[in-house]
């Protein structure tokens, strides 16, 4: 069992930066994925990045591709989304998700198990 608490969501302005953080209770396996996910009101969730503990290459939804960025310290057990020239458009609820084994389409909601309650971020114009 995996726990996963978010922290980092904020009301700012557009154009500002914020950074999530997701931190689990244990360690994932090496070629899981963890990933961010996010759900505006009145929309379904949408995967928007994604990585594997050790190696790989970061996965990103072209809705924040070159604005947002995926990290994570293996030794913190900690995931990170850097989010940068935020827009109204990406006011959502974010989400920290982990998977228990390889998937090839890491940005899909179903290929993961555990979930955090969400933190918000709200951007203002």
């Known amino acids: 069992q995996v726990q996963l608490v978010e922290s980092g969501g904020a009301s700012v302005q557009a154009g500002g930066s914020l950074r999530l953080s997701c931190e689990a209770s244990?360690?994932?396996?090496?070629?899981?994925?963890m990933a961010w996910f996010r759900q505006a009101p009145g929309k379904g969730r949408e995967g928007i990045a994604a990585m594997q503990s050790v190696g790989g290459v970061p996965h990103y939804a072209d809705s924040v591709k070159g604005r947002f960025t995926i990290s994570r310290d293996n030794a913190k057990r900690t995931l990170y989304l850097q989010m940068n020239s935020l827009s109204p458009e990406d006011t959502a609820m974010y989400y920290c998700a982990a998977g228990i084994q390889y998937t090839p389409t890491p940005l899909l909601e179903n290929k993961y198990v555990y979930w955090g309650q969400g933190t918000q971020v709200t951007v203002s114009s």
């Open positions: 244990i360690r994932t396996c090496s070629s899981c994925y």
